[in-house]
């Protein structure tokens, strides 16, 4: 089942069609769909695919030979080149008459094995470029070396790509499409837990409940996502170890660099170090104040739903997992998932205000949101905006998401208004998001002030 990348795919087919040499440069973190990306590209047209794999050049070599002499023959032939030069020379070649995309996965497996292919890559583009109809494309999930070695300055290749894709996890419009015979609810629930991430989607079984697909998947021992979390940052660092007494400091409620090192027990240079590497993984984040660029206040947050879900509540419970209970663990985690979901809804809500700006919906043009807390020097308290986004110094929006079974009452919309009072724009407008709708003396006041915005989860659903 092949969902969504309809941008991605529209990407590749203009390049295809230029009909003159193209060079592209897929990469993002493992199990996000490049592989049936290029595949579902490729599926009708003259194409090579070869998968480098984790061995020596040799081994790599023979796979590629086989992958051009099945394309040139239509059968499987035992027939090596030489060397890479000169197999990937012969596809320049063969392109040269006819439009071929050559499509080399997990590039990064064959590049560390060979070390002259990057610069034999170089040397064959600069050659053929101007009458070669080959459309190269590189895919990599170890995003530190794409990045390192194929994107940047430095790197042999740098000026020859003519497009580049990071390929991201589904956003939760995309999400829904994969579950339709959820509730609308559960739909919000599954995505808390799994992200956007399509491998992971694909454990789901909308025909369950999520307490069911939670037991079937995270609190099953021999299930693909037991141990997903671990066995990837095994082969994305050095000393997982590390990484996932971080992760777990931070799915357990430290945020700031302090609290963090205090509990991994590590020096907090060395934690920084370590957290600059899981936000390049697209794991956690890191969230200073709307409007801050640095500051002392930022907090660290776990960016990936699957690895705050596994952190937050497998990894604390896995003793009695690994001994078949996971009944008594789902006991211990559903009284807490309410509560967990009041991020993922903040960011369901951030979603639905960027498509609301993209259509053209959106009172407030702003060119970016974030979360907002800081003193509030009246009170002498700390206070918090759960989204605010500028269009300019005079105008701006602020929103507060509550993912309850309660309606959202009167008293929201005012604390609200007077958190929005530190700040000094003119025009204001208002966003409450809420999972269960609003009181009437809430709906009353909204409609008297005219410049605010409620919206219930099933809006955003629909």
């Not at 990407?11 to 440069?25: I, P, Q, W």
Request: glycine residues 6%; hydrophobic residues 40%; proline residues 2%.
């Amino acid at each position: 089942m092949f969902i969504g990348r309809g941008r991605e795919l529209s990407a590749l087919e203009r390049l295809y069609k230029s009909d003159k040499f193209e060079f592209a440069v897929i990469y993002g973190r493992r199990r996000v769909g490049k592989t049936a990306l290029i595949n579902k590209f490729i599926d009708d047209k003259n194409a090579i695919y070869f998968m480098g794999v984790e061995s020596n050049a040799k081994q790599n070599l023979e796979n590629f030979s086989k992958s051009i002499m099945e394309y040139v023959s239509g059968t499987e032939i035992d027939s090596i080149f030489s060397s890479f030069q000169s197999a990937l020379e012969y596809v320049f070649r063969l392109a040269e008459k006819e439009r071929i995309i050559l499509a080399i996965d997990e590039y990064p497996y064959v590049a560390r094995s060979s070390k002259s292919l990057a610069s034999t890559l170089q040397l064959l583009i600069d050659k053929y470029k101007d009458k070669s109809k080959l459309m190269l494309i590189l895919c990599g999930s170890s995003m530190s070396y794409m990045e390192d070695h194929v994107l940047a300055y430095k790197a042999p290749l740098y000026g020859r790509r003519t497009a580049q894709m990071k390929l991201l996890p589904f956003d939760f419009e995309e999400t829904c499409r994969y579950f339709e015979n959820f509730a609308a609810e559960d739909k919000a629930l599954i995505y808390g837990v799994v992200g956007g991430t399509p491998q992971y989607l694909l454990q789901i079984n909308d025909a369950l409940s999520v307490e069911d697909n939670i037991k079937d998947t995270f609190l099953n021992p021999v299930s693909f996502l037991y141990e997903e979390p671990i066995n990837l940052l095994k082969q994305e660092v050095r000393e997982p170890a590390i990484y996932t007494a971080i992760i777990a400091a931070i799915a357990t409620g430290a945020s700031r660099m302090s609290e963090i090192s205090g509990k991994v027990g590590e020096d907090t240079n060395v934690c920084a170090m370590y957290l600059k590497n899981l936000i390049n993984l697209g794991i956690v984040q890191k969230e200073t104040p709307y409007g801050e660029k640095a500051s002392r206040k930022s907090v660290y947050s776990i960016e990936d739903n699957m690895f705050r879900f596994w952190y937050r509540f497998v990894f604390e419970n896995n003793s009695i997992i690994a001994r078949g209970a996971a009944d008594l663990a789902y006991k211990r985690i559903e009284p807490q998932l309410s509560d967990y979901m009041g991020k993922v809804f903040e960011e369901i809500c951030k979603q639905y205000l960027w498509k609301q700006l993209l259509s053209g919906n959106c009172p407030v043009e702003f060119t970016a949101l974030g979360r907002w807390w800081g003193n509030n020097p009246k009170e002498k308290r700390q206070e918090e905006i759960d989204i605010m986004g500028e269009q300019d110094k005079n105008t701006a929006l602020f929103a507060e998401c509550k993912w309850t079974n309660e309606k959202v009452d009167l008293g929201v919309l005012e604390t609200l208004v007077k958190r929005s009072e530190l700040f000094n724009y003119k025009t204001k407008y208002y966003y409450l998001f809420s999972k269960s709708g609003f009181t009437k003396g809430c709906e009353d006041k909204a409609n008297e002030m005219g410049n605010v915005n409620l919206v219930e989860y099933g809006d955003i659903i629909r």
